[in-house]
């Protein structure tokens, strides 16, 4: 008996053993996060150039409220790290991303991999140099005001991630998805009649309403930063005001809802998306409550821990446009009443007798993490239809896939096969304004689709 007894007590505490150290494994698996947030202020000083309409004739008067660089790095338990940079900017070319990510790869040891820049696309910030090349007319002084803008603004980017890195400190990192619908398809439904459409529940076209939520909260439990993203152009305003329209709009509702929080918009596949209506202050405003709104509802009730992995990949594939023009061509695109199309001719032409031979392909950007077992997220170069991320949806068969357009390089619309065979203005006109040589090919959609499809499945595989 005194050995049955012997033996109850010490099976007794190994069970109580295997108990606290599972209590324990369990409220540790979330808790080798550490994260780090950082802003810098990127509003232009002197005023330059605006970006985003054609239509604009001088530079910016005023602004209605700042625009910022914002740093979130998250470090896993291995001391991988990964790092969003979120930009209240219409869009940046590949050489603004190169120069961004070489800087931190040699200030910081970030890999290319490991960093993810995703602009607001919001039609009140400064032009850049190299984006929507052909949309432009400034003279000489303009132009170099822009360039010098550009410059700094590389520095300033770089600087938001090392403050981000300098605030690194324990953290949990939650996520959860929500919704609101205040995009329209605005190649479905005319602008003039979307309220009584809307009104009448007859609005078509595909949309994605999807709010995806990524937040962290610090130690003390108070949340760090609070990521939301959105599938929607952010076009409401079209003034000579810098502004985050309503993405900036939302941004400082949730800063102001939760103190402290550094709070950061992510672009999704909006391309062919618009608030609708819009073009008054008071839109925008509204538009930003809805969308911080919905977030906060997610804040509230639908955000569960993230387990403590960080894995990322980066790859260029070569998307091939339907035809390069010759010098002919160009010649002949030149003596254009189409002003764009005359501006894109010209500066083609330059590139050709400044020896350049103009490529077949062009290397599409194509990024995607995966965040533990929570959490797969797709970053998508260019102006992405809604296509593309309803069809990611499905073919991962994942309710936690968030994707990601106009990041690490806006240098075109990405339509679909859909919408290139339909035409139109996503469909090829805007390769004009774009300063591309041609529209994409046939093959534009299963390129980007199967890039990423290879790299969210290696990250599933763990490679």
Same mark, same amino acid.
């Given at each position: 008996?005194? =050995?049955?007894?012997?033996?109850?007590?010490?099976?007794?505490?190994?069970?109580? #053993?295997?108990?606290?150290?599972? *209590?324990?494994?369990?409220?540790?698996?979330?808790? =080798?996060?550490?994260?780090?947030?950082?802003?810098? &202020?990127?509003? /232009?000083? /002197?005023?330059?150039?605006?970006?985003?309409?054609?239509?604009?004739?001088?530079?910016?008067?005023?602004?209605?409220?700042?625009?910022?660089?914002?740093?979130?790095?998250?470090?896993?338990?291995?001391? !991988?790290?990964?790092?969003?940079?979120?930009?209240?900017?219409?869009?940046?070319?590949?050489?603004?991303?190169?120069?961004? #990510?070489?800087?931190?790869?040699?200030?910081?040891?970030?890999?290319?991999?490991?960093?993810?820049?995703?602009?607001?696309?919001?039609?009140?910030?400064?032009?850049?140099?190299?984006?929507?090349?052909?949309?432009? @007319?400034?003279?000489?002084?303009?132009?170099?005001?822009?360039?010098?803008?550009?410059?700094?603004?590389?520095?300033?980017?770089?600087?938001?991630?090392?403050?981000?890195?300098?605030?690194?400190?324990?953290?949990?990192?939650?996520?959860?998805?929500?919704?609101?619908?205040?995009?329209?398809?605005?190649?479905?439904? &005319?602008?003039?009649?979307?309220?009584?459409?809307?009104?009448?529940?007859?609005?078509?076209?595909?949309?994605?309403?999807?709010?995806?939520?990524?937040?962290?909260?610090?130690?003390?439990?108070?949340?760090?930063?609070?990521?939301?993203?959105?599938? #929607?152009?952010?076009?409401?305003?079209? @003034?000579?005001?810098?502004?985050?329209?309503?993405?900036? @709009?939302?941004?400082?509702?949730? !800063?102001?809802?939760?103190?402290?929080?550094?709070?950061? @918009?992510?672009?999704? #596949?909006?391309?062919?998306?618009?608030?609708?209506?819009?073009?008054?202050?008071?839109?925008?405003?509204?538009?930003?409550?809805?969308?911080?709104?919905? *977030?906060?509802?997610?804040?509230?009730?639908?955000?569960?821990?993230?387990?403590?992995?960080?894995?990322?990949?980066?790859?260029?594939? /070569?998307?091939?446009?339907?035809?390069?023009?010759?010098?002919?061509?160009?010649?002949?695109?030149?003596?254009? *009443?189409?002003?764009?199309?005359?501006?894109?001719? &010209?500066?083609?032409?330059?590139?050709?007798?400044?020896?350049?031979?103009?490529? /077949?392909?062009?290397?599409?950007?194509?990024?995607?993490?995966?965040?533990?077992?929570?959490?797969?997220?797709?970053?998508?170069?260019?102006?992405?239809?809604?296509?593309?991320?309803?069809?990611?949806?499905?073919?991962? &068969?994942?309710?936690?896939?968030?994707?990601? =357009?106009?990041?690490?390089?806006?240098?075109?619309?990405?339509?679909?096969?859909?919408?290139?065979? !339909?035409?139109?203005?996503?469909?090829?006109?805007?390769?004009?304004?774009?300063?591309?040589?041609?529209?994409?090919?046939?093959?534009?959609? !299963?390129?980007?689709?199967?890039?990423?499809?290879?790299?969210?499945?290696?990250?599933?595989?763990?490679?």
């Amino acid at each position: 008996m005194t =050995g049955t007894k012997g033996s109850r007590r010490r099976f007794g505490l190994v069970g109580l #053993c295997l108990v606290l150290c599972g *209590t324990l494994l369990v409220g540790e698996s979330h808790a =080798g996060w550490k994260a780090g947030t950082g802003a810098v &202020k990127i509003t /232009p000083d /002197p005023a330059i150039w605006m970006a985003g309409y054609g239509g604009r004739d001088h530079v910016a008067e005023g602004v209605l409220h700042d625009l910022w660089s914002k740093a979130l790095v998250l470090e896993d338990g291995r001391g !991988e790290r990964v790092v969003l940079v979120t930009l209240d900017l219409c869009g940046i070319g590949r050489d603004v991303s190169e120069a961004i #990510c070489a800087g931190l790869k040699a200030q910081q040891g970030l890999d290319r991999r490991r960093i993810a820049i995703n602009c607001s696309h919001t039609h009140t910030g400064p032009a850049i140099r190299n984006n929507l090349v052909s949309m432009y @007319f400034y003279d000489a002084d303009q132009a170099r005001a822009v360039g010098e803008y550009t410059d700094r603004l590389v520095g300033l980017v770089q600087q938001s991630v090392a403050e981000a890195i300098k605030t690194l400190a324990p953290a949990e990192v939650l996520f959860g998805q929500g919704q609101t619908t205040f995009a329209v398809n605005r190649r479905a439904n &005319k602008e003039d009649q979307v309220p009584k459409l809307r009104e009448e529940g007859l609005l078509k076209g595909p949309n994605d309403h999807a709010v995806p939520v990524l937040a962290v909260k610090g130690a003390d439990g108070k949340f760090r930063a609070i990521v939301c993203g959105y599938a #929607c152009h952010a076009t409401v305003l079209s @003034f000579y005001q810098y502004s985050g329209d309503y993405p900036g @709009f939302t941004q400082l509702a949730l !800063e102001k809802t939760y103190p402290g929080a550094q709070a950061m @918009f992510v672009a999704g #596949c909006g391309a062919d998306q618009n608030p609708l209506p819009r073009r008054t202050v008071e839109l925008a405003e509204q538009y930003g409550r809805m969308l911080a709104e919905a *977030t906060e509802q997610v804040v509230l009730t639908g955000l569960a821990p993230v387990g403590d992995r960080a894995e990322s990949l980066y790859a260029e594939v /070569p998307l091939a446009y339907a035809k390069v023009p010759t010098r002919a061509d160009l010649l002949a695109e030149g003596m254009s *009443t189409d002003r764009y199309v005359a501006n894109r001719a &010209k500066q083609l032409l330059a590139r050709i007798d400044a020896g350049e031979v103009l490529a /077949p392909t062009y290397p599409y950007p194509v990024q995607a993490w995966s965040l533990g077992k929570e959490v797969e997220w797709v970053f998508l170069g260019g102006e992405v239809v809604v296509d593309y991320a309803l069809r990611l949806k499905t073919e991962l &068969k994942s309710d936690r896939l968030w994707v990601s =357009g106009y990041s690490n390089d806006v240098m075109a619309y990405i339509p679909s096969k859909r919408v290139l065979v !339909e035409g139109g203005y996503e469909g090829g006109g805007s390769m004009t304004i774009y300063g591309l040589p041609s529209i994409w090919g046939g093959t534009v959609e !299963e390129t980007v689709v199967g890039g990423t499809l290879n790299l969210t499945r290696q990250l599933r595989g763990g490679q």
